[in-house]
């Protein structure tokens, strides 16, 4: 098996060919408040995380009632991108709903 490249020096002065470890993930989570209503949440869900209408609801009582909830994992970017996404749609209809990304620890 030929070894993971971890960096870019790494991958400079590697022979070929080489395996890629696989980019840093990051979990999108959106959190509870009182104010925001549940329909929105719903409506998010579904519009930036592209989830059903089942999952979209499931995903909202589980915030609501345990106080946060994964929502996607994403590499980096995505996962900044759907961030934004989410608090551009809250900040234009003026809810708190707050939304934030967390990296997960790479398995070994
Ligand atoms: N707790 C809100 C309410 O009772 C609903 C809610 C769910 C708000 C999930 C935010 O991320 C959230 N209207």
Same mark, same amino acid.
């Given at each position: 098996?030929?070894?993971?490249?971890?960096?870019?020096?790494?991958?400079?002065?590697?022979?070929?060919?080489?395996?890629?470890?696989?980019?840093?993930?990051?979990?999108?989570?959106?959190?509870?408040?009182?104010? +925001?209503?549940? *329909?929105? #949440?719903?409506?998010?869900?579904?519009?930036?995380? =592209?989830?059903?209408?089942?999952?979209? @609801?499931? &995903?909202?009582?589980?915030?609501?009632?345990?106080?946060?909830?994964?929502?996607?994992?994403?590499?980096?970017?995505?996962?900044? +991108?759907?961030? *934004?996404? #989410?608090?551009?749609?809250?900040?234009?209809?003026? =809810?708190?709903?707050?939304?934030?990304? @967390?990296? &997960?620890?790479?398995?070994?």
């Amino acid at each position: 098996m030929p070894p993971v490249i971890e960096n870019q020096h790494e991958l400079a002065h590697a022979p070929v060919p080489v395996r890629l470890a696989p980019p840093p993930m990051y979990q999108v989570v959106l959190l509870n408040d009182d104010y +925001t209503p549940m *329909d929105f #949440v719903v409506h998010v869900l579904q519009q930036v995380f =592209h989830k059903g209408g089942e999952e979209a @609801e499931r &995903i909202m009582l589980q915030v609501h009632h345990k106080g946060r909830g994964v929502c996607g994992i994403y590499t980096r970017d995505v996962a900044a +991108t759907r961030v *934004d996404a #989410v608090m551009r749609l809250a900040h234009a209809d003026q =809810h708190p709903l707050q939304c934030l990304m @967390e990296p &997960i620890p790479p398995s070994s």
